[in-house]
């Protein structure tokens, strides 16, 4: 399978950079080709210019590969921390630039005018993995939780994706013991989604 991970973290010593390397791990040691992007070490612009909004914009060779990565993607991994409920501003960007019409969605014209959204992306599923300080990682937290509807509604319901995985760590708890089990934890939803190819 092709897997596409992204990484939204400033510190590479961070847990979610920790996360995001198990996830690389798991998935290279299960048998995928994975397109893996950390976007602060990338330093991937996340301002949407005007001229590449329109569909048929012309885009710069980086970002076309990002787009055809996501495209052809068969799963995909998000990594990033709870900031003020909502993704970093870089991933946003990256939302902004490589989700696009043509690419991951498009709009439909009813007989009555109307339009409708259609996913077109290839992935039958996405894992997000969140870190977040609020005091907790229950999953009654998350469905209160903004980032809920965004990933799971907002991006990738519109772009077709039907099973979406979402996980908040709390990084208030942060013993060795800890980090080891939600590691753990990790790879072992990795496991479960994007299990070993057989062969």
Not at 17 to 31: F, R, S
Not at 95 to 116: C, H, I, M, N, S
Request: net charge negative.
């Amino acid at each position: 399978m092709n897997i596409s991970l992204i990484l939204a973290h400033p510190d590479t010593g961070s847990l979610n950079a920790a996360i995001a390397k198990h996830c690389l791990d798991t998935l290279n040691a299960n048998g995928h080709s994975v397109y893996f992007h950390d976007l602060y070490s990338e330093h991937f612009n996340a301002i949407l210019p005007a001229h590449e909004i329109p569909r048929a914009a012309e885009l710069p060779e980086e970002l076309r590969q990002h787009c055809a990565e996501i495209a052809f993607a068969d799963g995909i991994i998000i990594v990033h921390p709870n900031w003020w409920g909502q993704p970093p501003a870089i991933l946003k960007g990256w939302v902004d630039r490589v989700l696009r019409p043509g690419v991951a969605y498009e709009f439909v014209k009813g007989q009555e005018g109307t339009t409708t959204p259609v996913g077109l992306l290839k992935a039958q599923s996405a894992l997000i993995f969140n870190t977040s300080s609020s005091g907790t990682d229950s999953d009654s937290e998350a469905s209160q939780d903004p980032l809920e509807i965004i990933w799971k509604t907002s991006i990738f319901k519109l772009c077709g994706v039907t099973d979406c995985y979402r996980k908040i760590f709390n990084i208030a708890k942060n013993s060795d013991r800890q980090c080891h089990d939600l590691l753990a934890e990790v790879s072992k939803t990795v496991n479960r989604y994007y299990p070993a190819q057989e062969g």
